[in-house]
């Protein structure tokens, strides 16, 4: 049998046992199958229409906490920024005290220098005290002295009689050296009453070297303003050449 050869006309058969799409299959679903996934079907666009639903609020609430996050990032910058004001205060503070504890300390050496000066004083006072004390001992005693010597003057001077030379000599030469000693001790009773150390008087007042002093036995408080009782010139006038008084007045 010869071959049938194809020609461009002829369409090429389809293989055995393959459908073509001109050729719907054909398939039998059953009603109830059917209705089962259109149930399905209605339950799961229910189930998106939800979820969708649940993602839009939650995204709502998203947007809500991102917008309480940003207010709280602000808040934040906002707390940021107290703090480090806070910090310079509390540096500010800090220097302060450093600053009063100085102070304090200063304020303290201070009290401390003022009670040593104040405890110097006491004691530079009391010691004053003591000597300004035994100097009016001193002048006591002495004026006592003083006075006890002119009674022993008027004394002697009231037992001056008509006896011999010699004798009135003694008791002119005893005289003398008596109102010497009372002139020296009553310059320096006066000398200590002011404040001089006993020391400094006979260089002060070398009373006990003057020599003819005799005279000034009736005129102990001559103090060298009145009339010289030696040479009776004012001092304002000069004393004479050889009174006794001169170098000591004119010095």
């Not at 609430?61 to 808040?75: D, L, S, T």
């Not at 004001?85 to 200063?106: I, S, W």
């Not at 010699?166 to 030469?173: F, L, P, V």
């Not at 009553?186 to 400094?200: D, F, L, S, T």
Request: aromatic fraction near 4%; hydrophobic fraction near 40%; charge should be negative.
């Amino acid at each position: 049998m010869a071959k049938r050869k194809k020609t461009m006309a002829e369409p090429e058969a389809p293989p055995v046992g393959i459908l073509t799409p001109a050729e719907p299959i054909p398939v039998q679903v059953p009603q109830a199958e059917l209705d089962a996934l259109r149930e399905a079907l209605a339950l799961e666009q229910q189930s998106h229409t939800e979820t969708r639903g649940l993602l839009e609020a939650t995204k709502s609430r998203a947007e809500g906490c991102w917008a309480q996050i940003e207010a709280m990032q602000q808040v934040t910058l906002g707390h940021r920024d107290q703090i480090e004001q806070l910090k310079a205060e509390n540096l500010k503070l800090v220097g302060d005290m450093a600053l009063l504890a100085r102070t304090a300390a200063a304020a303290e050496d201070e009290v401390e220098q003022h009670r040593i000066r104040g405890d110097r004083a006491v004691a530079q006072h009391t010691e004053e005290e003591s000597r300004r004390w035994t100097l009016e001992a001193d002048v006591e005693r002495w004026k006592a002295r003083v006075a006890d010597l002119e009674h022993d003057c008027e004394v002697m001077a009231q037992g001056v009689g008509e006896d011999t030379a010699d004798m009135e000599a003694e008791h002119q030469k005893a005289l003398q050296a008596m109102a010497e000693e009372v002139l020296y001790f009553r310059q320096k009773a006066e000398v200590m009453a002011q404040g001089v150390e006993v020391e400094k008087v006979e260089k002060v007042h070398p009373i006990i070297e003057l020599p003819g002093l005799m005279e000034l036995l009736k005129k102990l408080e001559w103090d060298g303003r009145d009339n010289c009782p030696l040479c009776h010139r004012h001092k304002t006038w000069g004393h004479r050449g050889d009174c006794p008084l001169r170098p000591w007045v004119e010095d």
